[in-house]
């Protein structure tokens, strides 16, 4: 068996930070695996800009991004193994992973921090009715098609979903000599960062459909390949309204309708799993409940921007360096609990360590759309702090800063969205 002090499985953004605040703490010793043949992750096939703003100070390209945290890992001695894929890890962190080049190998880290993204749904996932037929993409597939592989994935293409993914492509679409007859939306509002609404649709003149979903996909006999789709509107609870039918002659059906995170190999290694971000519950340093297993990035819970993705794996990083150099941290929980009107919280316990100096980092999201609130902490029937916010959204996660010296007589904090005090 081989062993490594630190090994990170998955060598997208948050693999790739991940790795260098490890070394920066310290740790020499680190591999990463990764499954493609190359660094980068999903960053490789979004060659639009507006990455890197909070991260670098400056706008960069996807490419341009992952070849920075690359640039710097080639500087240390990080090791990597690529085009390897990983087949299971266990709570005590052995790792069974498979490459042409090597085999089969088992590999042991004294801490693992796992990396490996997410996955988008399909249409067996939402289960849209109608005929199997050709032309169906989810939009990241599509991307990756056109950016990467060359290939014009339609013609006349509609989009269901306004994630933004799905409002990328709509853009990347028309610039490539496609026509987007439209984007539609379950939600009464979209689910995608207002920039990307502003920059993707109405720039573009695309229509986008609020409170609709695709009820039926039509193909054409004489090709196989989808020639309409069935839009309807919906209700409150999002069912659809009789009698509000539209046919929309199309030729490509993007998907962007949410993302999972690849969590089967910590559901393998016993991790406990939140069902509310569908990733790993972690404490405040990103440990999982399998002592020296960390988790970062999208596989702990979808993030909006990658630069909050490199920030929190670097954590996660300089984290397992303190495992590995202090060993494992314990004590009294706090546990954080979402309250009114948030869907999540990350972290979902907080160590009663150290509590005389510094900072708890809580993120979130909110469940709908809101003007002029407040983000308020509770703990034992009192409010601990309160962070007045303009406006919040569902797309953009939250995150608020408290005071550790706060927790040394809770045991519980409540997070929730009130009304702005007058």
Do not use: W
Request: net charge neutral.
């Amino acid at each position: 068996m081989i062993e490594h002090e630190l090994v990170i499985i998955g060598g997208g953004p948050a693999g790739l930070s991940a790795a260098y605040g490890a070394y920066q703490k310290g740790i020499k010793d680190i591999l990463i695996i990764e499954r493609d043949v190359r660094l980068g992750g999903i960053l490789n096939q979004c060659i639009h800009n507006g990455f890197g703003l909070h991260r670098f100070k400056e706008e960069l390209t996807g490419p341009e991004y992952a070849q920075r945290y690359i640039d710097l890992i080639k500087e240390t001695k990080v090791q990597v193994k690529s085009d390897t894929m990983v087949l299971d890890l266990t709570k005590d962190r052995i790792i069974h992973c498979i490459s042409a080049k090597d085999g089969y190998q088992t590999i042991r880290g004294k801490a693992v921090i796992l990396a490996m993204g997410c996955r988008e749904r399909t249409r067996g996932a939402i289960c849209i009715p109608g005929d199997r037929c050709a032309g169906i993409y989810t939009a990241g597939a599509a991307q990756k098609y056109c950016n990467i592989d060359g290939f014009l994935v339609g013609k006349k293409v509609l989009i269901l979903g306004s994630g933004d993914i799905g409002l990328i492509m709509a853009r990347r679409m028309v610039l490539e000599g496609s026509k987007v007859v439209a984007d539609v939306e379950l939600c009464p509002y979209s689910n995608g960062l207002n920039r990307n609404v502003v920059q993707c649709l109405e720039d573009y003149n695309i229509p986008l459909y609020l409170s609709h979903t695709v009820t039926e996909v039509i193909a054409d006999d004489t090709n196989g390949r989808l020639k309409e789709v069935t839009i309807s509107k919906v209700d409150e609870n999002k069912r659809p309204i009789p009698g509000t039918k539209q046919h929309i002659a199309c030729d490509t059906l993007l998907l962007s309708v949410g993302l999972i995170p690849e969590n089967e190999l910590s559901q393998n290694a016993e991790i406990e799993i939140d069902p509310r971000t569908k990733g790993p519950i972690v404490y405040d340093n990103l440990e999982t409940s399998a002592p020296g297993i960390f988790a970062c990035g999208n596989v702990l819970h979808v993030h909006d921007l990658v630069d909050f993705v490199s920030l929190e794996a670097e954590r996660a990083g300089v984290n397992a360096a303190e495992f590995l150099q202090k060993g494992e941290v314990t004590g009294p929980l706090v546990k954080v609990e979402n309250q009114e009107l948030v869907g999540y919280t990350v972290p979902q316990y907080i160590r009663k360590v150290d509590l005389d100096d510094g900072y708890v980092q809580i993120f979130f999201r909110v469940r709908a759309p809101m003007k002029n609130k407040r983000i308020v902490l509770t703990a034992n029937g009192e409010e601990l702090a309160s962070f007045p916010r303009l406006n919040l959204a569902p797309a953009e996660m939250e995150n608020v800063k408290i005071k550790k010296s706060k927790l040394k007589d809770v045991d519980m904090i409540g997070v929730s969205i009130q009304e702005m005090k007058k």
